[in-house]
């Protein structure tokens, strides 16, 4: 990497040109305001192989013109967040749990990012003035057991704000799980310090658990494990949660792989998420059949521990549902089932009123 580049982060298409020989797509995209802004910190960059214009890494983070093409159906809140929003922070989705839109800074962007209606969008970290109006709700709604840090991501405040912001929410509701949602251990591992373990390590009445965005295997280089571990061996264990991306980690070999290395690295293949239909992501998203039989074949290949739940969030906030093949093919009324086996053979299970058990 160019020592000029070493801890900086490009933030314009002019500056990326400096480093990185730009493809016909790559320089005709428009930088404007309405679009999401370029954010691709020295660390990520490095991993990048500038000699592949189609590297995995590069397609993650380098603009295109695709981006600015938007196509049928899709629309910047796919998921209605908006919809179900209490107030411009704070959504309430499921009747469980809510999220909290810390802020809408990341340390680098994403191309295939979904909440791009709100992320990179220069609004700022929460006031305390929302975070405790978000504690106040939460507190008010008992049914509520879990909240979301997410945004943008909450690695981008400081230490003290963090703290801040968790002891408000803990101090409304003390046995509130906490999801610290970021993508930080892969996009600029060194973020996460002993200290904020240390502080995070205070807040003791619940448990938390970091939720990581890992999308190929060259993304878990040895910094990246040992930022994960920080958490681990303080006790926050580490789910992962890839998006299924067009030319990024569409293959099985990628995906097991990817798979494999988490469970290895004490982190749990969460979700494979197909893309959402957020404008300027069509080039991302994966055929839903394609991605059904990518399920498929994981599933041939890897160890429950080691195999994510293959989802969708539904438009018109219809939520997450699960995407495989279904094995339970027929029952004949009688009370026995028949199952395709992953590797299609044919099973029979019998419930209990077919062998006169009660």
């Not at 013109?65 to 908006?82: A, S």
């Not at 789910?239 to 293959?251: E, F, K, P, S």
């Not at 018109?316 to 028949?338: A, M």
């Amino acid at each position: 990497m160019n020592e000029k580049l070493q801890g900086r982060t490009i933030t314009s298409m002019a500056q990326l040109s400096e480093h990185l020989e730009l493809s016909d797509e790559e320089k005709a995209f428009q930088e404007e305001k309405k679009y999401l802004p370029v954010a691709i910190p020295s660390y990520f960059f490095s991993l990048i192989n500038p000699d592949d214009p189609l590297d995995p890494l590069r397609r993650q983070v380098v603009p295109t013109v695709h981006e600015q093409i938007e196509e049928t159906l899709e629309d910047m809140d796919p998921l209605e967040e908006v919809e179900y929003s209490v107030n411009d922070r704070l959504i309430h989705r499921y009747t469980s749990r809510v999220a909290f839109l810390v802020t809408d800074i990341c340390p680098m962007y994403c191309r295939h990012c979904f909440r791009r209606r709100f992320t990179g969008t220069f609004q700022g970290p929460a006031t305390r003035e929302q975070i405790e109006s978000a504690a106040s709700y939460i507190q008010q709604h008992p049914k509520i057991t879990e909240i979301l840090l997410t945004g943008g991501d909450m690695m981008t405040l400081s230490d003290t704000r963090i703290d801040e912001m968790i002891s408000i929410f803990r101090s409304a509701c003390p046995h509130l799980v906490i999801r610290l949602c970021t993508r930080t251990p892969a996009s600029y591992p060194a973020r996460i310090t002993n200290n904020l373990i240390s502080m995070l390590k205070k807040h003791t009445t619940a448990p938390f658990y970091v939720m990581t965005q890992f999308n190929h295997p060259r993304e878990l280089t040895e910094q990246a494990k040992e930022a994960i571990a920080k958490f681990v061996n303080a006790g926050i264990p580490a789910m992962n949660q890839t998006v299924l991306l067009r030319g990024v980690n569409d293959d099985v070999d990628t995906l097991e792989s990817l798979c494999n290395a988490l469970v290895f690295a004490r982190v749990k293949p969460y979700y494979l998420f197909q893309g959402d239909l957020v404008s300027g992501t069509a080039h991302f998203r994966v055929p839903l059949q394609k991605g059904m039989e990518l399920e498929q074949e994981l599933r041939k290949r890897l160890s429950g521990l080691a195999m994510p739940v293959y989802a969708i969030d539904l438009p018109q906030g219809g939520g997450k549902v699960p995407l495989s093949k279904k094995y339970v093919e027929e029952t004949n009324g009688c009370g026995l089932w028949t199952f395709t086996t992953v590797e299609g053979d044919k099973r029979t299970y019998a419930d209990p009123e077919t062998t006169g058990q009660r």
